[in-house]
Nanobody, 119 residues
C-alpha cells in the first residue's frame, strides 16, 4: 500500500505561518487528487484544500486567501502553505491521495500532523 509521510506541523502564534509537506512512497503512476484535511477536537474531519493532477485547486471558504496548496508531481508530494493563521485553524492535519500504483489503485491517508495556533 502507498504510504504518506507528513511533516511541518507545530506551534505558532496567531498571524504566523507554517508549511506542511506530504510525500507518497511507492512506484506510483498517477495521483489525483492530492488534498489536505483537518480535524479539530470534537469536530468532524473537514476538507481544507485539494489539487488535481491538472493543477485545479479547491479551498474551504475559511482558508481562502490564507492557505495555498501546491504539488510536485515528480516528487509525489503535496504542500500546504498556511499564512495568517488563526486559533480556529488548530487541529490535526491529514494529507490524502488517490491514485494508481503499479498493481492497484490506492486511497491513502497520512498519519496526521498537529497544528496549534495560539492567540
Amino acid at each position: 500500500q502507498v504510504q504518506l509521510v507528513e511533516s511541518g506541523g507545530g506551534l505558532v502564534q496567531a498571524g504566523g505561518s507554517l508549511r506542511l509537506s506530504c510525500a507518497a512512497s511507492g512506484i506510483i503512476l498517477s495521483i489525483n487528487p492530492m488534498g489536505w484535511y483537518r480535524q479539530a477536537p470534537g469536530k468532524q474531519r473537514e476538507l481544507v484544500a485539494d489539487v488535481t493532477s491538472g493543477g485545479s485547486t479547491n479551498y474551504a471558504d475559511s482558508v481562502k486567501g490564507r492557505f495555498t496548496i501546491s504539488r510536485d508531481n515528480a516528487k509525489n508530494t503535496v504542500y500546504l502553505q498556511m499564512n495568517s493563521l488563526k486559533p480556529e485553524d488548530t487541529g490535526v492535519y491529514y494529507c490524502h491521495m488517490q491514485g494508481r500504483e503499479m498493481r492497484y489503485t490506492f486511497d491513502s491517508w497520512g498519519q496526521g500532523t498537529q497544528v496549534t495556533v495560539s492567540s
